[in-house]
C-alpha cells in the first residue's frame, strides 16, 4: 500500500458545481497534513493546511478523518481557474520528511 | 519579494556529463528541499538540509550531491552516475520541521 493515495482523475466537472475528493493516508501516527495545488508545468503552490478540526477557506473546505485516515478537499462554486491537480500531503516519519501523493487531475468545464 | 529562485528553467545536457541546478532563496528558512517529479507520481525527496553545511539523504539520492555552504542556497549537482536524469526539479524551504514547504518554479532537465 502507498503511504499517501489519491485518484488519479480526471474529475471532469461543469463550472459552478461542488467537487469533492479524498486522500487516504497509512501512518496512523502522522500529525500534518496540506493541500496543494499545481498547474500544468509549474511548481506546487500550497492551497491549504488541514487541522483536526477542519477548516474554510473561501470556497475551499478540508477535512481530516483519523479514524478512516483520509483527508478530503470540497470545493465549491468551482471555477475554470480551479483547474489542476490537486496534491495531498502527510509528513511523514522524519522531522523534516513530507510524503506526497501523485496527484488528483480536476478539470473545470464552462 | 520574498521567494524561492531556481535556475535555469530548461537545461539540455549530454549523457556523461554532471550539471549543477540552482536554488536560492530570501525567506530566511533554515530547511531546504529538492524533489525530483516525473510523469504520474509524486514527488520524491532527493536530498534535504536542516541547517547550513548539514545535509541529509532522502528517498533517491544515488547519483546526486548537494552542498549547504550557504543559508540561501542549495545547489543540486545532478552526475553522470544517476541513471535516468531527465526529469522536473523541484527546490523547497520551510521554516522548520514539518511545516508547509514554499517551491521555486523548477527546472526541467532533459539527458539526451
Known amino acids: 500500500r502507498k503511504e499517501v493515495e489519491q485518484d488519479p482523475g480526471p474529475f471532469n466537472v461543469p463550472e459552478g458545481a461542488t467537487v469533492a475528493f479524498n486522500c487516504t493516508y497509512s501512518?496512523?501516527?502522522?500529525?500534518?497534513f496540506f493541500w496543494y495545488r499545481q498547474d500544468c508545468r509549474k511548481e506546487p503552490k500550497l492551497l491549504m493546511s488541514?487541522?483536526?478540526?477542519?477548516n474554510e477557506d473561501g470556497r475551499f473546505t478540508a477535512q481530516l478523518n483519523r479514524a478512516s485516515q483520509y483527508i478530503s478537499l470540497l470545493i465549491r462554486d468551482s471555477k475554470l481557474s480551479d483547474s489542476a491537480t490537486y496534491l495531498c500531503?502527510?509528513?511523514?516519519?522524519?522531522?523534516?520528511?513530507?510524503?506526497w501523493g501523485a496527484g488528483t487531475k480536476l478539470i473545470i468545464k464552462p | 519579494d520574498g521567494g524561492i529562485t531556481q535556475s535555469p528553467k530548461y537545461l539540455f545536457r549530454k549523457e556523461g556529463q554532471n550539471v549543477t541546478l540552482s536554488c536560492e532563496q530570501n525567506?530566511?528558512?533554515?530547511?531546504m528541499y529538492w524533489y525530483r517529479q516525473d510523469p504520474g507520481q509524486g514527488l520524491r525527496l532527493i536530498y534535504y538540509?536542516?541547517?547550513?553545511?548539514?545535509?541529509q539523504k532522502g528517498d533517491i539520492a544515488e547519483g546526486y550531491s548537494v552542498s549547504r555552504e550557504k543559508k540561501e542556497s542549495f545547489p543540486l549537482t545532478v552526475t553522470s552516475a544517476q541513471k535516468n536524469p531527465t526529469a522536473f526539479y523541484l527546490c523547497?524551504?520551510?521554516?522548520?520541521?514539518?511545516?508547509?514547504?514554499?517551491f521555486g518554479p523548477g527546472t526541467r532537465l532533459t539527458v539526451t
Open positions: 523547497a524551504s520551510s521554516v522548520g520541521q514539518g511545516r508547509e514547504q514554499y
Open positions: 525567506l530566511n528558512h533554515d530547511a
Open positions: 538540509s536542516q541547517i547550513v553545511n548539514d545535509f
Open positions: 501512518n496512523s501516527a502522522s500529525q500534518s
Open positions: 488541514v487541522y483536526s478540526s477542519g
Open positions: 500531503v502527510v509528513k511523514g516519519d522524519s522531522n523534516y520528511q513530507l510524503i
